[in-house]
């Protein structure tokens, strides 16, 4: 663990699509895999963290520096708390690079999570 309190998450690239969970329309969700999916839509339930999530999966690259996102209209230890949040529901990794953590969206985690959804399943 750093001076900052932050864990260092692995980053995997290239990671294939790969669900979460079964499709919905596959059958009833499992109980650990509803408790997971509630986990992720809980943490884009709010709209601080949305934007936050938003803003990482769209900068160029594929990750953001924390120095480049935490413009949403809160102060710095609440985009910090949200960021910890998104990355305890497994929708973010990070990692600390000198005095800097980068934010990644989780390998497939957009694409799984739509495969979940996908009632063509």
Not at 8 to 33: F, R, Y
Not at 50 to 57: E, G, Q, T, V
Not at 108 to 114: F, I, P
């Amino acid at each position: 663990m750093s001076n900052s309190g932050m864990v260092e998450l692995p980053v995997l690239q290239d990671a294939p699509a790969v669900p979460c969970c079964p499709p919905i329309t596959a059958g009833e969700l499992s109980v650990a895999d509803s408790e997971k999916m509630a986990a992720m839509f809980k943490a884009l339930g709010d709209p601080v963290r949305l934007r936050l999530f938003s803003k990482i999966a769209s900068h160029p690259g594929g990750e953001a520096c924390v120095c480049d996102i935490q413009d949403v209209g809160v102060s710095q230890p609440t985009v910090s708390h949200h960021l910890k949040k998104l990355r305890e529901a497994g929708l973010l990794t990070s990692e600390r690079r000198g005095t800097w953590v980068y934010y990644m969206v989780a390998p497939s985690v957009v694409a799984g999570m739509s495969a979940m959804l996908d009632l063509r399943g």
